[in-house]
């Protein structure tokens, strides 16, 4: 079955402006969790949504948003972009079995602020 | 306060050889762990997880030991190979219906030919 696809792959922004990222999560999966990647932090944790509610928060500012569509999808909003919002935002698809999770992530967008 | 932490930011092993790959938390309520695998440019790749009710799990040429109650795990690769070189993170979930994980920085794994 189809991976997780992030779109746009690559986005270039200037500060100020806001952007949205898009998430089609694994058929069946209703679990999408975002993440941000940069060089000295790793990877982060920004929120996660189940069935069109936000489940869980990590620790970004209120200008990191995001929501999920009836069918799974999900976006990511970020507004009034600054310099420090250049990173990677991986999404993860997941299923929960159990005990046990299956979380697959995306090719990530690669986000550039200038 | 980082509570998952790979203190080793890069190993270096001959190809053939053993890689260790080591992993260590703080929170005592995580109870699953994974390993994922990562190339530039490309999201993470699963490897491998375990529960805390097991000690050992084992995929091929990958296994990951978990140790409780000195909250450590490890992944190794046997044999390694120069395909396996990329960046290594451990994380971890807590308990109930969560699909946060929590990531190491990641251990940058190099095997030479």
């Known amino acids: 079955k189809a991976g997780v696809t992030q779109t746009p792959r690559y986005l270039i922004k200037t500060r100020g402006q806001q952007v949205t990222l898009s998430c089609s999560p694994i058929?069946?999966?209703?679990?999408v969790s975002w993440y941000q990647q940069t060089p000295g932090q790793g990877l982060q944790f920004l929120f996660e949504y189940f069935s069109e509610t936000q489940r869980n928060k990590g620790n970004f500012p209120g200008r990191f948003s995001g929501r999920q569509f009836s069918n799974s999808r999900s976006e990511m909003n970020v507004s009034t972009l600054e310099l420090g919002d250049s990173a990677l935002y991986l999404c993860?698809?997941?299923?929960?079995?159990?005990?046990?999770?299956?979380?697959?992530f995306g090719p990530g967008t690669r986000l550039t602020v200038t | 306060d980082q509570q998952v932490k790979q203190n080793s930011p890069s190993l270096s092993v001959q190809e053939g050889r053993i890689s260790i790959l080591n992993c260590d938390y703080t929170?005592?309520?995580?109870?699953?762990f994974l390993w994922y695998k990562k190339y530039p440019a490309e999201g993470p790749t699963f490897l491998i997880s375990i529960s805390s009710i097991k000690d050992k799990n084992e995929d091929g040429r990958f296994t990951v030991f978990l140790n409780k109650s000195a909250k450590h795990l490890s992944l190794h690769i046997v044999p390694s190979q120069p395909g396996d070189s990329a960046v290594y993170f451990c994380?971890?979930?807590?308990?109930?219906?969560?699909?946060?994980?929590?990531f190491g920085k990641g251990i940058t794994l190099s095997v030479r030919p």
């Open positions: 993860a698809s997941s299923s929960l079995r159990g005990r046990e999770i299956e979380q697959y």
């Open positions: 058929s069946g999966h209703r679990s």
């Open positions: 929170n005592s309520m995580f109870d699953y």
């Open positions: 994380a971890a979930v807590g308990g109930g219906a969560n699909s946060k994980l929590t």
